[in-house]
């Protein structure tokens, strides 16, 4: 059954206009059984986004709407493919009270959810680390270098794991290796295998999934998938429940790469 659990949608303020209708019509047409739309959950209110435009979540006004419309559309195509409604929320240190507020207003309305690592506290300051490779570069700068940064990000999502967020917490890790994003900009060759399958390991000891995430494929500086080939058939050496995860914030990109990882 071909599946894509992480798709964006139009209420991401970051992404395209690209209606849902769009996205759905393609998943049809691509003989996709199933899909989720897991658009950025609203971040905390009193957490200030890094990003120039602030824009890295969605705006928590149209939450009840992005919900509402899903489950319109879910019932319009329930007769050609699965629709989830889910939402990709944000760990972020520190705000874990925050975090766990939002899934237990609206846990009980979703059937899906990807808990995934976009920023990185050091110090008192926050950083978005897959902004731009400017970001990046002068994050690992401040942090002490880029294999500093890589040992921060993954600590950071071994918290993500270990974090108690209620029973609504999602049960689906986002790209575990998203720091490989400007991997080709650093230049730098950093053997971090030990803690990617550190981190998948935890995930299955506590029951989590895998996105198994295409994005990086189509990204200049990164080209592979999060995680890479490797430490995907590591992860289906330890029987650890993958969903692809096309991360799609465009029709374009619905899917992407999909052949090329599940061949």
Excluded at 168 to 183: D, S
Excluded at 185 to 212: C, F, P, W
Aim: overall charge negative.
């Amino acid at each position: 059954m071909k599946r894509d659990g992480h798709i964006h949608s139009p209420f991401c303020p970051h992404g395209t206009e690209d209606s849902f209708e769009q996205y759905i019509e393609k998943a049809i047409a691509s003989n996709f059984a199933e899909i989720t739309f897991t658009e950025h959950a609203p971040l905390p209110t009193n957490f200030t986004d890094p990003t120039p435009d602030r824009d890295s979540g969605m705006n928590p006004a149209h939450l009840t709407k992005y919900l509402e419309t899903l489950q319109q559309l879910k019932h319009k195509y329930r007769d050609r493919i699965l629709i989830k409604t889910g939402l990709e929320v944000d760990y972020i240190v520190g705000y874990e009270t925050e975090t766990q507020a939002l899934l237990d207003i609206t846990g009980p309305l979703l059937d899906d959810a990807i808990l995934s690592v976009h920023f990185l506290k050091h110090q008192d300051t926050y950083v978005c680390i897959d902004f731009s490779h400017e970001v990046y570069l002068d994050f690992a700068e401040k942090v002490g270098g880029v294999e500093s940064l890589y040992e921060l990000y993954y600590d950071t999502v071994l918290k993500s794991i270990e974090a108690k967020l209620g029973r609504y917490k999602p049960r689906r890790i986002g790209h575990p290796t998203l720091v490989h994003k400007f991997q080709l900009a650093h230049g730098e060759k950093i053997d971090d295998a030990h803690r990617i399958s550190e981190l998948l390991t935890k995930m299955k000891e506590n029951g989590y999934e895998l996105d198994v995430n295409s994005a990086g494929l189509s990204k200049s500086h990164c080209k592979e998938p999060y995680p890479p080939m490797n430490m995907i058939e590591f992860a289906r050496s330890i029987s650890l429940p993958m969903v692809f995860g096309s991360d799609a914030h465009s029709v374009k990109d619905l899917h992407q790469h999909y052949e090329s990882i599940f061949k």
